[in-house]
Structure formats: structure tokens, C-alpha cells
């Protein structure tokens, strides 16, 4: 909640005029209590949800023969029934586990020090605290993905991620509900350990779904601004580790591939990509031999 009684007081606090963004969040924020603020992150998160896997759901359906060589699996084929059921999967869980947890750790958000009040922190701020986060959610993604792989946690627990041998953009947050308890900590230990403002907190949260749902989307764009992002691992990455299932070993993180690089769980999957990479060289060179012929 802020603690300016208006606009002009918080101008005359800070010493300057509030920029149109914080003059929106206090218009926004004022007189909301900071627990309700939080729940509005829920919002927010099933918003982001809903939204940003439909462009994937309209090439899927709808999408022209152009758009199939993007494809991660070009023979497979979803319907408009099974995204469907699999959203409806996921908002279930989402409201079992993810409400319960939000509701609960409210009066965490205040005590660790995520704070609402003006001014809304700067660009490099944010900037600065996104880094951390990413840093911070991979590599503790990355070893919580592993114990998911060891044969108990596969099989009580992350099997129902796995069903998704060929993933959708709507499967991204599908998973047993002890999944989405146990993979919820990663993305909450940035903010915990490195508190910043409640707008980069829900910025952090959007990014992280709306990444895991480009991962998980099927598809591999080049025009992707995500490819310009150093280390970045990206949809053909983990969908590697979806097609191989319960047995690979491989391709565990969630953002970038140097946890994989470090740890040696990568190796299977370049492997392939380099005998794919021969294969597909030698193809152009057998077409362009044959086109010589030809002539
Ligand atoms: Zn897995
Ligand atoms: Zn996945």
C-alpha cells in the first residue's frame, strides 16, 4: 500500500514530478492492502496464461503449410479439444495449489521486504534484479528437474509433465500438483533473497511463463527475440528432453544451457544435434551433386 496520501504528497516527498508510470501504480495501488496486491498476482499469472499460448494454438489449427517447417514434430497434431482439456488441467492445479500458496504467503512479501510504495524502481533496476532471478531460478530449477528424474520423483511425480512427449504451449505448467509445489520454489527464492519492487516481482513472474510457454510451444521460430539472448536454450532444446521422456538424462534447465554445459547433462543432446547437423549436411551436398548430374 503506498504511503502518500496523493499524488502531490509523493512528488513532494521524492523531489520530483511522479513519472506516468508511478502516477498508473498509484492510481492502481493506492488504496489496495498489500495482500490483496499480491493477489493480484494470481490474476495476472492466469491472464498471462490464457493469452500468450493462443498465437500458438492459431498456427496449430489454423496455421498455413508454410508454418510446418517450424515445427518441433511435424507428424503430430493437436486439436482444439485437447488444449482445452489440458488449460482446464492446469487451472485446477493452479487454483489446489498456486491460490492456497499465494494466499499464504502473503504477509511473506511484506516481511521479506518486496516493497509497493513509490518510486517505482528504475530500469536498470529491474534489469539488474531480472538477471539475478533468472540466474538464481535456473540453477535451482536445474537440480529440483534432476530429482524429478531419479526413479521415486518420476514416478509419483513428474510423469504427468512428461505426458507431453510432443509439448504445447498450454502444457507448460501442466504437472502433478507436488510438481507445482516443489518447481514453485525456484522462481520465489530470487525475489526472497534479492527483494525488489512488487512491479518487478509480477514482471519476473510474466517473463517466467511467458518463456516457459515459448519452451514448451512446439515451435522453433528463428524470428524469436528470445534467440538473441546469450546461453539461452529455447523450444528445440527442451523438447528434446519431452521427446526422450522418463529416461533422459539430458536438458534439465529451464532458461539457459550452462547448468547442463557444467554438469555434463547436455552431452546426448549435442551429440544428436551434431549427427543431425552431418546428415543434413550431406543431404545438401548429395541434391547438389545430383542437380550437377542432372545438368
Ligand atoms: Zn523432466
Ligand atoms: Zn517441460
Given at each position: 500500500m503506498i504511503s502518500f496520501e496523493s499524488v502531490q504528497q509523493a512528488a513532494l516527498a521524492l523531489g520530483r514530478d511522479l513519472t506516468f508510470l508511478e502516477k498508473l501504480w498509484f492510481n492502481y495501488s493506492a488504496n489496495i492492502p498489500d495482500y490483496i496486491l499480491n493477489c493480484h498476482h494470481v490474476l495476472f499469472l492466469i491472464l498471462v496464461y490464457s493469452i500468450v499460448p493462443l498465437p500458438y494454438m492459431f498456427v496449430e489449427l489454423w496455421g498455413s503449410k508454410e508454418m510446418e517447417k517450424y515445427k518441433l514434430h511435424p507428424g503430430t497434431k493437436r486439436t482444439f479439444w485437447d488444449m482445452l482439456k489440458c488449460y482446464k488441467n492446469v487451472i485446477v492445479t493452479f487454483v489446489q495449489v498456486a491460490i492456497p500458496l499465494l494466499v499464504f504467503s502473503s504477509p511473506a512479501i511484506k516481511w521479506l521486504g518486496i516493497r509497493t510504495s513509490l518510486p517505482l524502481p528504475s530500469g536498470r533496476e529491474i534489469f539488474l534484479h531480472l538477471l539475478v532471478y533468472f540466474l538464481i531460478e535456473d540453477y535451482s530449477h536445474y537440480w529440483l528437474h534432476r530429482f524429478l528424474h531419479t526413479k521415486w520423483g518420476y514416478q509419483y511425480i513428474h510423469h504427468v509433465h512428461h505426458?507431453?512427449?510432443?509439448?504445447?504451449?498450454?502444457?507448460?505448467?501442466?504437472?502433478h500438483w507436488g510438481e507445482a509445489l516443489i518447481q514453485g520454489i525456484p522462481p520465489f527464492l530470487g525475489p526472497a533473497l534479492v527483494p525488489g519492487h512488487m512491479v518487478t516481482y509480477w514482471l519476473w513472474y510474466a517473463i517466467r511463463v511467458i518463456e516457459a510457454i515459448e519452451t514448451h510451444s512446439g515451435y522453433e521460430f528463428p524470428?524469436?527475440?528470445?534467440?538473441?539472448?546469450?546461453?539461452y536454450g529455447g523450444a528445440a532444446y527442451h523438447d528434446y528432453h519431452h521427446s526422450v521422456g522418463g529416461q533422459c538424462h539430458n536438458n534439465f534447465a529451464s532458461v539457459f544451457t550452462y547448468c547442463d554445459y557444467i554438469y555434463g547433462t547436455d552431452k546426448g543432446y549435442r551429440c544428436r544435434k551434431s549427427i543431425l547437423n552431418k546428415v543434413d549436411g550431406q543431404l545438401h551436398i548429395n541434391i547438389g551433386n545430383q542437380t550437377i548430374k542432372s545438368e
Open positions: 505426458e507431453y512427449s510432443a509439448p504445447i504451449g498450454f502444457a507448460a505448467p501442466y504437472a524470428w524469436s527475440p528470445s534467440k538473441f539472448i546469450p546461453f
